[in-house]
């Protein structure tokens, strides 16, 4: 059956994709990446047994050469691929198996490859390659991302919420989108090219799905024997929940009436019934270790009538004020070890992230601050005689709710008393955050003259470094030129060789573009220098003010 794959590349320079696929390459063991493979003269190897051609966004033939060209001109027309994380190019690769090598021929897979891009690929500047070189002939079709003609709306595109079709994915100008409904819908025309055609044919979406089930439903049946296994041990849902975290580190949710699990490291919850795992089950399962299935769902409804509100408020605080006193433990500890020496860059991004920490806790803190600040203030309105019957009633039932009882002065008494504490933590974590920012300006204060010495010095490797490189380069132009004019010579001799004119072409060009590299070296070395002279100003700058 043929595959199509994907593949995406953010480098600017489109005439590399056609030297890839007019000229030999090796792959790097190391480094993953393609590099040229010479012959003893240094010069490009031809691939033998393939096939190129490129269309413009009209699908109309034109010079593979001029692609890269109009690439670069649809661009600067519509003003993208300006900055290095934008994706260049879009790469889909049609592989064929070898049962398919009889009954195919260069032209016909360069059909094959041109009807692949004016039917799902129309708008785009695409060069279309033939590879008959390995076990399994291949097509590469390399598109600019930027789409330079406008094309017609197509089911498998992109929908808004209303049911239209975006505005990107139509106009030209727009970016290419590789999502999963459209490599679906490659899929299926080739599905019905090779039937049309007489070759192997397999449906890979479906093959594709059949494997999504098969992983899913082997996943899902680990996780629904660990649950069962957790609940031998289990006479509670609490005690379930503990097993899961205990054994597998699983984490047990009740939303509801609705129990999930949500696995290590994962970010969405699975619901029990979607693994075969039913709340009725899971209660029978437990159950049984039990006195009846009855008595535990009547226990597991009491236990969340009985948590009440007041009781969260309560543990949140002594949570925050357990992070308040570690937070306040190790800004002292850094305070006291890591002033006196020298600027260490780890040290100051400890300082910053307590000084965050102490951010987030002062929010928090707040938060219950007004919380509690709310249910005293509906304390207050049941307690006042001048509040209306009906009124009264509801601050009372609301405080019952919350698990207070409103006509027990102690427990009022308790709350202010959690208020209080509340309001001093509060105080603290200001004043810590405000001793942690000055520790920071501190630092940073010791840090300046370190980090102006690092700078110069790495500022002075580095240009050094480049005047090297720009040595090389120099040497390197000049043997291109002695090359060039000894195949100028030797094609005069003969009174115009092809052959020499060719070379002697061929190493001008390669001069030119080391004279270009030449110039770019000796920018970079002046931004350099400049950069490091700028430095030194503002350093001594610096100095003068203190």
């Known amino acids: 059956m043929a595959i199509l ?40 190897q031809e691939r033998e047994n393939y096939a190129i051609c490129a269309l413009d966004g009209y699908g109309r033939e034109m010079d593979p050469e001029s692609w890269a060209g109009a690439c670069m001109e649809t661009n600067i027309r519509f003003g993208k691929n300006n900055t290095k994380a934008e994706r260049k190019q879009h790469i889909y690769i049609i592989s064929h198996p070898e049962a398919d090598v009889p009954l195919l021929t260069k032209e016909d897979l360069l059909e094959e490859g041109k009807a692949f891009v004016r039917e799902n690929l129309p708008g785009y500047e695409a060069l279309i390659a033939v590879h008959m070189d390995t076990d399994n002939p291949h097509i590469h079709v390399a598109i600019n991302s930027v789409r330079s003609v406008a094309r017609e709306e197509r089911p498998w595109m992109i929908h808004d919420e209303g049911g239209q079709v975006l505005r990107c994915e139509i106009s030209a100008g727009g970016k290419h989108q590789d999502n999963p409904t459209f490599r679906h819908h490659c899929q299926d025309w080739l599905l019905a090219y090779t039937r049309s055609h007489g070759l192997a044919q397999e449906d890979n979406n479906r093959v594709e799905e059949q494997r999504k089930q ?227 300006d501190q630092w940073q204060d010791q840090a300046r003259e370190t980090r102006f010495r690092y700078q110069r010095e790495w500022n002075l490797a580095r240009e050094e470094q480049l005047r090297n490189q720009l040595g090389h380069i120099r040497e390197n132009r000049k043997k291109l030129s002695r090359i060039a004019y000894n195949c100028q010579k030797a094609a005069d001799r003969r009174i115009y060789n092809k052959d020499y004119l060719a070379k002697a072409e061929h190493f001008r060009s390669l001069w030119y573009q080391k004279l270009s590299e030449e110039k770019e070296m000796k920018a970079r070395i002046r931004d350099l220098k400049q950069t490091r002279k700028e430095q030194e100003r503002l350093h001594r700058a610096r100095a003068r003010e203190r």
């Open 5 to 44: 794959k994907h593949t995406s590349s953010k480098n600017a320079a489109y005439s590399d994709a056609l030297d890839y696929l007019k000229y030999r390459h090796r792959e790097d063991s190391k480094t993953g990446l393609y590099e040229p493979i010479l012959d003893e003269y240094g010069l490009l």
């Open 214 to 440: 098969r992983r899913k439903e082997s996943r899902y049946n680990v996780l629904k024997n660990q649950i069962l296994f957790a609940t031998m041990d289990s006479y509670t849902m609490e005690q379930l929940k503990d097993a899961l975290k205990k054994k597998y580190d699983i984490d047990l949710i009740r939303r509801g009436s609705t129990y999930s699990v949500r696995l290590p490291g994962a970010k969405r919850n699975i619901r029990l019934d979607t693994v075969g795992l039913p709340k009725d089950l899971l209660y029978s399962a437990i159950g049984k270790n039990r006195r009846g299935e009855a008595e535990l769902r009547q226990q597991e409804a009491q236990y969340y009538e009985k948590k009440k509100y007041i009781h969260w408020l309560r543990e949140r605080r002594l949570k925050n004020n357990a992070k308040a006193e570690d937070a306040i433990a190790d800004a002292a500890a850094l305070i006291a070890g890591k002033i006196g020496p020298g600027y260490e860059k780890e040290h100051f991004r400890e300082l910053h992230d307590l000084i965050r920490q102490v951010t987030y806790l002062e929010r928090d803190l707040q938060t219950e601050k007004e919380k509690l600040d709310r249910l005293l203030e509906r304390w207050d309105s049941y307690e006042n005689p001048e509040v209306p019957d009906q009124e009264r009633l509801r601050h009372g039932s609301y405080l019952r709710w919350c698990g207070c009882d409103p006509d027990a002065p102690e427990e009022r008494g308790e709350l202010q008393w959690e208020r209080d504490v509340v309001d001093l933590q509060i105080q603290e974590a200001v004043s810590l955050r405000e001793a942690l920012a000055e520790s920071a």
